[in-house]
């Protein structure tokens, strides 16, 4: 099990300064994006930094939803930079760029595709040691605070993929509610699908010990290793958060024990699926993603058209877990149960529907497009969003249930129209 170190409460944040002082960094890289850089959570730790006399540099060019460009002009900052510590304050884009700019800085002779996953790239695993990463979480989302993972996109194939090592993982998340406050409606619903996910697919995925053939070497033992027993108390817990609280935060902003305890799940979702891992509705949605056409989702002020992580996951949720229902049904129907479904005449055989059924509704009283359709899909989109699945075997193996192009395909189809 491998996960950072995590501070929680309100206002911690105005303890960075401390933080980095102790650390003995001398210079320090802030990464964040152009819509934070104007608000309260940068300004907190800006605060802070000039309280303790902290040297550092602000790179505030990173894009939502970040591309293999992005991360190679964040990359080169670092790189110019020689920074001995990072602090990156934002969503998982912002979170998982620092990772990268710290890894590749940290290893100047490495080229770009070196540590990203095969079958993309080579999936080296990573030796060199890298600076201290602190960071602060505006999102109650990615859990990317907790993980050993970097997502992007990678333009020339159209398709999401990332750099999985235990190394990225930050030295510390500070997890501090006041930050969940400047978040719009969108964001807080669309990343609380993305916990929602994690929790579900982790809590799903194929047991720890049924992936195979065992590593040769420990070093190469995955991030992402099955369900396991002590992921399982984590996810089930971010579950039932998610269940309580995921309404209340979207409804009303002000609701602070709303939006506090998603904060909290979801780092309790990041360490849950950190080390078991996630699985078809994260394999499937890198192409929905990559493929994007035209659509720009509310209160995401963005330049460039894009579908934001937690939706293109929820999406194929009830499909998914109608699929994979069939291994481990009494597990599915105990997700349904936390999610309100009333399972006290359900047949154990029914528990893919009952869940997908649980999620449809679930989505429905949340305004949730209807569908692949209503973000630009059609069917004959169907063929090139099974191709962008096919690489991601690091997630769609972990899948409980083997699954065939046969299979995606009418998965993508299920998943066109939800209601």
């Known amino acids: 099990m491998a996960i950072s170190n995590i501070r929680y409460g309100e206002g911690v944040t105005k303890e960075i300064g401390m933080d980095l002082q102790n650390l003995g960094a001398r210079r320090v890289c802030l990464m964040t994006d152009k819509n934070l850089s104007k608000l309260p959570p940068v300004n907190a730790v800006l605060n802070s930094l000039a309280k303790y006399g902290i040297n550092f540099q602000i790179y505030d060019n990173v894009r939502v939803e970040p591309t293999d460009q992005s991360f190679l002009d964040a990359i080169r900052f670092a790189r110019k930079g020689e920074f001995d510590a990072y602090v990156a304050v934002g969503g998982g884009s912002v979170i998982d760029t620092c990772k990268a700019a710290n890894l590749y800085a940290a290893s100047p002779a490495s080229e770009f595709l070196d540590y990203v996953n095969a079958p993309i790239g080579k999936g080296k695993p990573v030796t060199v040691p890298l600076k201290p990463l602190i960071a602060v979480p505006t999102t109650s989302g990615t859990g990317s605070e907790t993980t050993g993972v970097a997502i992007f996109d990678f333009k020339e194939l159209k398709v999401k993929t990332g750099i999985a090592s235990r190394a990225i993982k930050p030295t510390l998340g500070i997890i501090d509610p006041l930050h969940t406050l400047s978040m719009p409606e969108r964001i807080v619903a669309n990343s609380g699908f993305d916990v929602l996910c994690h929790a579900l697919e982790s809590y799903t995925a194929l047991p720890y010990n049924m992936r195979s053939p065992c590593p040769s070497n420990p070093i190469n033992r995955p991030a992402y290793q099955g369900s396991n027993p002590v992921s399982d108390v984590w996810a089930l817990h971010a579950l039932r958060i998610v269940a309580k609280y995921l309404k209340r935060a979207i409804r009303n902003p002000e609701d602070r024990e709303a939006r506090a305890n998603m904060h909290l799940a979801s780092a309790f979702a990041g360490i849950g699926f950190g080390n078991a891992g996630v699985h078809l509705c994260h394999g499937m949605s890198y192409p929905i993603s990559g493929l994007v056409k035209t659509y720009k989702p509310k209160d995401y002020n963005v330049d460039h058209s894009l579908v ?33 479904a009333d399972i006290r005449t359900a047949r154990i055989k029914d528990a893919g529907f009952i869940l997908a059924d649980t999620l449809r509704k679930f989505l429905f009283d949340l305004n949730v497009d209807d569908g692949l359709a209503a973000i630009g899909y059609s069917k004959a989109d169907i063929p090139a969003l099974v191709k962008g699945t ?3 075997e690091r997630v769609t193996k972990l899948s409980p249930r083997p699954q065939t192009e046969e299979d995606l395909s009418a998965l993508f189809e299920a998943s066109m129209k939800l209601y």
């Open 308 to 340: 934001p992580h937690g939706l293109s996951v929820v999406l194929t949720s009830p499909a998914v877990f109608a699929f994979t229902a069939q291994i481990h049904p009494e597990r599915h129907l105990e997700a349904a149960e936390i999610l309100g």
């Open 390 to 392: 096919l690489p991601q």
